[in-house]
DNA sequence: CGATGATTTGACGAGCCTCAAGGTACGTGG
DNA sequence: CCACGTACCTTGAGGCTCGTCAAATCATCG
């Protein structure tokens, strides 16, 4: 039984800006249904135009784009509330792929009513294009880490980042979070090699500043994770859920 | 005297989607002026929530972040007909910077219609949504070419798509497009050192495959130097034109 | 209980960074 | 008209971070 947008589990947390009712019943008409899938499933290639498009409700999973020669660049984590297609809907092909890490249960829109959808309910266009701007905002920093901080200072930017994202949906229990990544997708993001990557996590785990272990990510100090990561704990600002 | 949209001299080049005279009438209404300034000119300021938005028509610029000990990631280079201030838009608050690299002139628009304008023109309202998810696309693969490639290959890749983004808007004659950037803005950009990004130009210059040098770029076999970059020198999809 | 996939550890070398100095072009003022 | 300052580009030397190669350990599963 598909969850009605008007129970979502989602909303309430204060990540999401606030929907007002007519804004819910949209995304209602919006939504053709749930999709669950098994980790490790594509959900869209790069290049396809798929036609549909999609919020991850539950689970995590790689968004991910691979070069001519095969290495494979992680470009972000999707979490729960994430948006999914939103190139293909627009200029009519995925720039990226997206792979489910965990089982995941995904809301389905069809792409078809996007641009129905954008006359209609103007808030909820202007909504699409924020969150297309978090993005880009969220690449931005990511390319700033990658570009400018070693491998000790990245990852910690990246865990801290992953560890305050799941904190603001809820799934941060007793300071850890069950992470479906595998220290490859990290290093992929981070465009480090395998090797240097787990030894710069074992390095944060014996200064007791993050210990990603055993599936589960534990952060006791974000403002010392923060220094390290020559970032500001800032809260990331809310968005909208769509 | 500022340049009417119908008559706008970027229109016409196949790299912006076709405009119908509506959509032309509509920005004509949204746009108020226009703004002329000198190299060096800050136009936005990361964390500022500008009351303006603005299109590149003349000139050329960059966009970056700066950490907090002081480095810069350029994020970017804008070239005419790129839309300048979408995050304070839509967000409030700008995630970098941008500052003019040569004398531009820009298109002014009010970021207090844009609501009124998302409502009242939804293709366009859906073409700005376009462009975010352009940029996003492009730092996508800004993050592959930092993350997996070798210093020559990443800086292939960025002048070739500074060529072709050139090449698209009619600024090459003879193979040669005069670039205003300096060598600290690309190393600042592929998340190498200056002295690095130095010995790697001259590498790609005495190879014959790309010869920036005296504030020109100049490239003559563009296969060659796609291969190098192990990119395709596929042409980049049309985009709208705000 | 072998097969597969993920994590871990060590050794070694290369790509890239840092430091340092010199070169060139250009503007400014004495 | 030349000395000087500034901004940018260029080149060399040396060292560190990080990648590659190789192999061992561990967990999961049929």
């Given at each position: 039984m598909a969850t009605k947008c008007s129970q979502?589990?989602?909303?309430?947390?204060?990540?999401f800006k606030a929907m007002s009712d007519h804004d819910v019943k949209a995304m209602q008409r919006f939504k053709v249904g749930e999709l669950i899938i098994e980790a490790g499933t594509p959900v869209l290639i790069e290049g396809s135009n798929s036609p549909q498009l999609f919020t991850a409700l539950r689970g995590m999973g790689i968004r991910y784009k691979t070069t001519l020669d095969g290495a494979r660049q992680v470009v972000n984590f999707v979490f729960p509330g994430d948006f999914i297609g939103l190139q293909a809907g627009v200029?009519?092909?995925?720039a990226h792929s997206v792979e489910a890490s965990s089982k995941m249960t995904l809301c389905v829109f069809n792409r078809s009513e996007l641009w129905t959808f954008f006359k209609t309910y103007p808030e909820r266009a202007f909504d699409i294009t924020w969150l297309a701007a978090v993005e880009e905002h969220f690449l931005g920093e990511a390319l700033t880490s990658i570009g400018q901080r070693s491998a000790l200072e990245a990852l910690s930017w990246a865990l801290l980042r992953m560890f305050i994202r799941a904190e603001q949906i809820g799934l941060v229990h007793n300071r850890s979070v069950a992470m479906p990544f595998r220290q490859q997708d990290l290093a992929d993001a981070m465009g480090l090699s395998l090797v240097h990557t787990n030894k710069t996590l074992s390095k944060l785990r014996d200064q007791q500043l993050a210990d990603w272990s055993d599936g589960y990510l534990t952060i006791n100090d974000k403002d010392r994770l923060a220094a390290i990561a020559k970032t500001e704990p800032d809260l990331v600002p809310s968005r909208p859920l769509m």
């Open positions: 979502c589990p989602l909303r309430r947390h204060p990540l200029m009519g092909e995925m």
